[in-house]
């Protein structure tokens, strides 16, 4: 492992910014007959906020739980909220959803 100082630590610190983490899960309406579809819308309008900017980091969960996704936004709780409620599986009943400040590091991105 690397060795990581205490000076490093309080730099990468310093570097942080506000950040809001949707946490998805299944709603009352997850198994309606045409969900496939429904799904499907949502994770177009996840692209659409993707390339425009307000979605950074998309995770569906694929364990088989209620958990359905997490989001990660560079926006406020208030405005990922806003965004959320606009979600066509959330409109549906097909997702719940959660949103909750987090702070992290700009330019973090998954590995290739």
């Not at 969900?35 to 993707?50: D, P, Q, T, Y």
């Amino acid at each position: 492992m690397a060795e990581i100082t205490d000076e490093f630590m309080s730099e990468m610190l310093a570097k942080t910014r506000p950040y809001s983490v949707v946490l998805l899960r299944a709603g009352p309406n997850h198994d309606v007959p045409d969900v496939g579809a429904i799904v499907w819308e949502h994770g177009r309008r996840n692209f659409s906020l993707r390339a425009d900017g307000h979605l950074a980091i998309v995770c569906p969960v694929v364990d088989g739980t209620d958990w359905r996704g997490i989001g990660i936004f560079p926006g406020t709780v208030e405005d990922v909220t806003e965004i959320m409620e606009g979600d066509p599986g959330v409109q549906a009943g097909v997702f719940t959803f959660e949103v909750h400040p987090v702070i992290s590091f700009p330019g973090d991105c998954l590995p290739a």
